[in-house]
């Protein structure tokens, strides 16, 4: 019986995180180097990048060129991974290259190159370079999976790279510093290639300064002789300049302060692609910003009776208190929040990032085998806020039913995995 090639791809999972480049080396080679076939950009960063990712792409086709992008993890299907000229790549061209690097797997494991089944994003990298190869793209975006230095995607040989911030989170792989941390996300920076940084404390920079300069690669500071003026918080509009352009008023289409930090990033990095050969008119510039749309992040949707819900992946301290930023300057007074979190992540900093806007906490878990169950996070909450108001529904769709009964405007955070319950609960499957 043969295995969907989605089944197969899916049951990758079992074999977990695994960091370094021998598999993706040895795969990539036997496709004969997919990843060669287009240009590309590859954008880390601990928040941001996806964020980034998306803006450097809306303005990329806004210039007319044909783009790619490869993000992770999805939230409702995995072809929203792989995104073609704007558009998630047809089930049927996923399939046929999902079997066809399995069908190369399965050679390199028979004949001993590789030692063992490669990972989930191992594959789904192989897949996702195979995709961009077929479909002709003239640049890709890459977000990095996880790091950096020994991420699947750091196979690509970019023209331009970008670490958009550092904070903490995964430290059991990355480090326990900002220092380690940064040195970890360093690792995409190229001998002689441009490099793209975001504003982020001084430990974190410096290491990134000396990989850069160990590597000659000129390192692009995105503030640096950069002026923004806010003329509209709520609508993220304001006035940039950069030591390239004046570009007058823009508007960023995602909501948060911090995509203001965010889209400074992706301007400056757009700009450096210019560069190096890639046409950027301002105007294409601008009108990406205005036009980037990337769900479940400050995303708030409304429903037909009237009920609105907020959902943000809020998954670290940092992200965390950028949505507590976003609704201090709301009208959205202590709304419920729907919160779920792997027990990976910093669960007291995140709870304490939001506690002092939330009315109430709905602990609930997401469909992942990683995710903290809700009486875990509750034992957070007694630990460190013992007056903290909270209840626990095991099932997210419960969660919901229970926050709603509270308010009609409610609030889901802390784990992409449960937005992308969410979204299915929503009709958004």
Request: hydrophobic share 50%.
């Amino acid at each position: 019986m043969t295995v969907d090639p989605l089944t197969y791809l899916f049951a990758l999972e079992q074999f977990g995180i695994k960091f370094g480049l021998e598999n993706i080396r040895s795969i990539v080679a036997a496709l004969d180097h997919p990843e060669r076939a287009f240009r590309s950009v590859h954008i880390a960063g601990t928040n941001g990048k996806g964020s980034v990712t998306a803006m450097v792409d809306s303005a990329l086709r806004a210039a007319g060129h044909r783009t790619a992008r490869f993000t992770s993890p999805h939230l409702v299907d995995l072809a929203e991974r792989f995104v073609i000229a704007g558009r998630p790549v047809d089930h049927a061209s996923l399939r046929d290259a999902v079997e066809d690097v399995r069908a190369v797997v399965a050679r390199l494991c028979a004949d001993g190159t590789l030692l063992a089944q490669p990972t989930f994003f191992e594959v789904t990298t192989a897949v996702a370079f195979e995709l961009f190869r077929r479909a002709a793209v003239e640049i890709a975006v890459c977000e990095v999976g996880l790091g950096g230095r020994l991420d699947a995607t750091n196979v690509l040989e970019p023209v331009a790279t970008a670490i958009t911030s550092i904070a903490f989170d995964h430290q059991q792989y990355l480090g326990h510093t900002l220092q380690e941390i940064a040195g970890e996300k360093a690792g995409i920076i190229k001998p002689r290639i441009p490099v793209v940084v975001g504003p982020m404390d001084r430990e974190a920079l410096a290491e990134i300064d000396r990989v850069a300069a160990g590597r000659h690669a000129r390192i692009v500071h995105g503030y640096d002789g950069t002026q923004v003026v806010l003329l509209d918080t709520v609508m993220n509009r304001f006035r940039l300049r950069t030591p390239v352009r004046d570009y007058g008023e823009v508007t960023v289409g995602l909501a948060g302060g911090h995509q203001i930090h965010n889209a400074v990033v992706a301007v400056r990095l757009l700009e450096t692609l210019q560069e190096q050969g890639v046409a950027m008119p301002a105007a294409a510039i601008i009108e990406g910003l205005a036009r980037v749309s990337w769900p479940a992040r400050l995303d708030l949707r409304r429903l037909p009776d009237g009920r609105e819900i907020l959902l943000d992946a809020a998954h670290n301290p940092d992200g965390a208190k950028a949505l507590a930023a976003f609704l201090r300057a709301t009208t959205w007074e202590r709304p419920p929040v729907v919160f779920a979190a792997m027990r990976d992540k910093d669960i007291s900093g995140m709870l304490a990032a939001l506690a002092p806007v939330a009315g109430t906490f709905v602990f609930t878990r997401a469909d992942n085998t990683r995710s903290a169950d809700p009486s875990e996070l509750a034992a957070y909450a007694r630990r460190f806020a013992p007056a903290l108001r909270w209840s626990i529904e095991p099932r997210a769709a419960d969660a919901l039913a229970a926050a709603w009964q509270l308010s009609p405007r409610i609030v889901a955070a802390g784990s992409i995995f449960l937005l992308g319950e969410v979204l299915k609960e929503l009709g958004d499957a």
